[in-house]
């Protein structure tokens, strides 16, 4: 039996779990990862007119777990940056979630007032109420409201986001963008939050920097799978690892059409999303993260699809009751192998944020250490 570990990907969970396997228990790690380069999704780069690119679209860290935060900050400092998003309603640049300064953005003053008053008279201040249960609302002018926010904000969004419409995705989904009955324009309130300030990919790269730890990139699993190994983890597609042999897990992937642009900025704000105009979904202006001098700019189109193996990505689980049942097939059938690990967005089958990803692998290591 050889006494290394094997850790499939080079993403937040497969770094966390090296980084831990090598630092903690001393032990040996080779982690591979089919890309030709470590990072996953949250892999950045800096392009020639030294601006820091999201490659695979915009990522923000925040999180409301200190473990998560004390253990991420080994690697990296953060700068301050609190993200807001932008959304162009009826020709009009507001704040997205829906709150009471976009209600007195996109309505005359008067009437603004009026529903606000409603609004405080139903909710509590600085409540947030997921757009499928604002939409239950006796009063006239509410259900007027509720109406217009799911059609302006969610319905077209969402249809080209996942190819249906809200009420037929998880409510989880739309849930994580409520409608906030407050004034605090940020996309998200935990306490922590910010942008790595040499970028996500340096981080991932101390978590890896140990003599311990071999990485070997532009090797898929399959190629090395008939290696002894001590333990395995695996962050790929959980599907994948048994052969497809319940079924190919569906995912959504997304495509971003890069563009320079000869100005120093090319719109108001880091994100601007388009719920009911184009195709794309959200433009990103990456020079805002860390506040990149150039002059010149560089913007991603996002733009979403159906996932086909072969073709593009997997991005996002697409959180479902009869995908969470195919996906529990596979998990059962992984409960009966020995020493073999499933993590990660892909692995776990689970839209996790980049905080989550890391908090299941620093649990799933508290698990195995023994
Ligand atoms: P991944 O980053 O996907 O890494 C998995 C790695 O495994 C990949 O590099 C892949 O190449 C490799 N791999 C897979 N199969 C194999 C195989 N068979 N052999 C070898 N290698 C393999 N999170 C936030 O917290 N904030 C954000 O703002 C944010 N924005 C996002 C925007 C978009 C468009 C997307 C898609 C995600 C966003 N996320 C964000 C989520 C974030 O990307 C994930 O939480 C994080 O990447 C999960 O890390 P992971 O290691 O589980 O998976
Ligand atoms: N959403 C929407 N309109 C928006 C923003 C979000 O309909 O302007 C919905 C959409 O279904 C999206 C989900 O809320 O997939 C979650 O949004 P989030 O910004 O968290 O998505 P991510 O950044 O993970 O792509």
């Not at 591979?32 to 999704?41: E, L, P, Q, Y």
Request: charged share 30%; aromatic share 16%.
């Amino acid at each position: 039996m050889s006494d290394k570990n094997l850790v499939v990907g080079a993403g937040f969970s497969g770094a966390t779990i090296a980084n831990l396997l090598a630092n903690v228990l001393n032990e040996e790690v080779l982690v591979v990862d089919k890309r030709s380069h470590i990072g996953g999704n949250s892999y950045d780069y800096r392009d020639e007119n030294g601006i820091m690119i999201h490659k695979y679209g915009s990522h923000i860290f925040h999180t409301k777990s200190e473990k998560v935060w004390n253990y991420i900050r080994q690697f990296t400092d953060f700068n301050t940056y609190m993200h807001k998003v932008i959304g162009l309603l009826d020709g009009i640049e507001t704040h997205i979630p829906f709150n009471f300064n976009t209600l007195y953005d996109v309505f005359p003053k008067s009437f603004a007032k009026k529903l606000e008053d409603k609004l405080l008279d139903v909710f509590q201040i600085n409540t947030k109420v997921p757009i499928l249960e604002f939409q239950a609302q006796d009063d006239d002018d509410l259900k007027f409201l509720a109406n217009y926010v799911y059609q302006k904000i969610f319905l077209y969004y969402t249809t080209k986001q996942w190819g249906v419409s809200p009420k037929e995705i998880d409510d989880a989904v739309t849930a994580r963008v409520p409608v906030y009955l407050s004034k605090d324009n940020r996309y998200f309130q935990d306490r922590f939050q910010g942008i790595p300030l040499e970028g996500y990919t340096k981080v991932i790269e101390n978590m890896l920097a140990s003599d311990k730890i071999e990485v070997r990139l532009n090797t898929s699993y399959d190629s090395i799978k008939d290696q002894k190994f001590k333990r395995i983890f695996y962050t790929g597609s959980i599907d994948k690892f048994f052969g497809y042999k319940y079924g190919q897990l569906p995912y959504r992937s997304v495509r971003f059409k890069l563009e320079t642009h000869d100005k120093e900025y090319y719109q108001s704000n880091s994100v601007i999303n388009y719920p009911c105009n184009y195709d794309f979904t959200r433009i990103h202006e990456f020079k805002y993260y860390l506040d990149d001098k150039s002059d010149k700019t560089v913007i991603a189109k996002e733009y979403s699809e159906e996932y086909v193996r072969g073709k593009n990505g997997r991005y996002y689980p697409i959180m479902s009751d009869a995908n969470k049942a195919l996906y529990e097939k596979y998990y059962e059938e992984a409960k009966n192998l020995e020493n073999v690990y499933f993590l990660g967005r892909l692995g776990d089958y689970k839209y996790y944020d980049m905080d989550k990803a890391i908090l299941r692998a620093l649990e799933l290591f508290e698990e195995i250490k023994g």
